[in-house]
Nanobody
Framework: QVQLAESGGGLVQAGGSLRLSCTAS????????MGWFRQAPGKERKFVAA????????YHAVSVEGRFTISKDNAKNTLYLQMNSLKPEDTGVYYC?????????????WGQGTQVAVAS
């Protein structure tokens, strides 16, 4: 079973950037399709982005397309989410997860998440 740990969150001004990281223990991330989700205060967790194992194809939610980029470094067993042009509505706790590519359904357990706060 893979254990996931997110990091890289913080407080940033609107228009700023952050890069989130997700590391895995127990299994290598290169084995799975992976994704990022976020949960805004008082709201449900929502899909943000995914990357496919087989060919590296990516998909980003409309709300973040053009601003966020998901990537993976198999050598470092790390998943990334580069977030640029951040907006206050991007505030929330960000989680990585295994994912079913195409349905964007998460698979398995969640990590502790990393908090992102964007000030206006």
């Amino acid at each position: 079973q893979v254990q996931l740990a997110e990091s890289g969150g913080g407080l940033v001004q609107a228009g700023g950037s952050l890069r989130l990281s997700c590391t895995a223990s127990g299994r290598t991330l290169s084995t799975y399709d992976m994704g990022w989700f976020r949960q805004a205060p008082g709201k449900e967790r929502k899909f943000v982005a995914a990357i496919r194992l087989s060919d590296g194809a990516t998909y980003h939610a409309v709300s973040v397309e053009g601003r966020f980029t998901i990537s993976k470094d198999n050598a470092k067993n790390t998943l990334y989410l580069q977030m640029n042009s951040l907006k206050p509505e991007d505030t929330g706790v960000y989680y990585c997860s295994r994912i079913i590519f195409g349905t964007w359904a998460p698979v398995g357990s969640w990590g502790q998440g990393t908090q992102v706060a964007v000030a206006s």
